[in-house]
């Protein structure tokens, strides 16, 4: 009989220590009904945490051999965290998850065995949820309306990065050399058939969110700038507007000036259309400038993270020799903080 498969199951944590030792009771209590199916391995990424996450995953990984902890060298964001996870597992099937309990384990089950399918993908589909806050369900309904209309993909709304990926995928996802990451969004774009598993968040019990409206809006903006090439062409469509209406004025301002003495109407004028022509020349600069800034970073070819700790590595650095993306500069492993 074939060696059961590997599955790597990927979870960055961001400031999370009250929630991880619930979790990783609660990943172990799912992960125990396939155990005689699947092996395990559990990675745990630390996303530059200042409180006592990563000593919690630690003492995790001291108590459970499947864990494998990687801590990054400062706060990279979640898309990175994720990244780091990927390039170090070594399944033949990988779960990326969340460590807040919203991503429920035990659908991990569900997910392993629609995989037995000649699929590659298996996404979890959120149903009936809305993020907490007027001001967050507001920002994502025209964050979704805006990419939907300019986006050369599409992509789902309702899916979640809760999702089981093949080597295959995981290894195409590797290879993209993309600064700023969305992998929801990277997913779709790579365009495998996917299969479905429906799912209900729930609230957050533990911690409270990592996610700020700004965090949020640079995550929108990095989707939108990333996905679609159409706000650049918004400048020509608006600029062409503007040359419309300001040459109509034009005429209009030459026929008042011949034929009538009063002028008040065409102060207004001035006044309306240096602040039209303003901003449109503003938003279309802000918006080459969101595209070259990416350019900038693209050449800069600076890593997507930094890890400064994994416990598989007496010597860290020899980390550096599996991916470009991945550089390594303090081999001795952090102090450990006491756990709260
Ligand atoms: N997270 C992270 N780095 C960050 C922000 C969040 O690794 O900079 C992790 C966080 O610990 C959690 C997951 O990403 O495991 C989702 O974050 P959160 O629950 O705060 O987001 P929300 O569910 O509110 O969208
Ligand atoms: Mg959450």
New binding site residues.
């Given amino acids: 009989m074939a060696d059961p498969l590997l599955v790597s199951i990927i ?6 220590q009250e929630v991880l030792p619930h979790f990783h009771i609660e990943l172990s209590r799912v992960l125990a009904t396939v155990a005689t199916q699947y092996h395990f391995e559990i990675i745990y ?1 630390d ?1 530059g945490s200042r409180d006592a996450t990563l000593s919690v995953m630690r003492k995790i990984a001291r108590d459970d051999s499947r864990v494998r902890v990687l801590s990054l060298a400062r ?1 990279f ?2 898309e990175a ?1 994720l990244q780091a996870g990927l390039e170090h597992a070594q399944g033949d099937l990988l779960i990326t998850m ?3 309990l ?1 991503h429920p384990p035990e659908l991990i089950p569900s997910l392993l065995e629609k995989a037995k399918e000649p699929v590659d993908l298996v996404v979890t589909v959120r149903q009936d949820y809305q ?1 907490p806050g007027l001001l967050n369900q507001v920002g994502t309904q025209i964050f979704y309306r805006i990419l939907d209309s300019l986006s050369e993909i599409q992509i789902r709304r309702e899916t979640s990065d809760y999702l089981l990926m093949t080597r295959k995928v995981a290894d195409l996802l590797i290879q993209m050399p993309e600064k700023h990451r969305f992998m929801k969004g990277l997913i779709h774009w790579l365009g495998f058939a996917y299969l479905e598993v429906p799912f209900r968040p729930k609230e ?1 019990t533990l911690g ?4 700020s409206f700004g ?1 949020l809006i640079r995550l929108g903006k990095d989707c939108l700038f990333s996905f679609s090439k159409k706000p650049l062409t918004l400048a020509t469509t608006f600029g062409s507007i503007a040359l419309g209406v300001g040459l109509i004025w034009a005429v209009a301002g030459l026929v008042q000036m011949l034929f009538s003495s009063g002028g008040s109407w065409m102060a207004y004028y001035m006044i309306v259309s240096s602040h039209v022509l303003a901003g449109a020349v503003l938003l279309a600069i802000g918006i080459l400038g969101e595209y070259l800034g990416r350019i900038w970073e693209q050449v800069r070819c600076r890593p997507n993270y930094l890890l400064k700790y994994d416990s598989r590595q007496a010597e860290p650095h020899h980390a550096a020799h599996q991916s470009p993306h991945i550089k390594v500069f303090q081999a001795s492993a952090p102090a450990e903080q006491e756990i709260a």
């Fill in positions: 979870c960055p944590a961001f400031r999370e990424v996303d706060n964001g979640k965290a969340d460590t807040d919203q993020k957050r409270e969110t990592k996610f965090q």
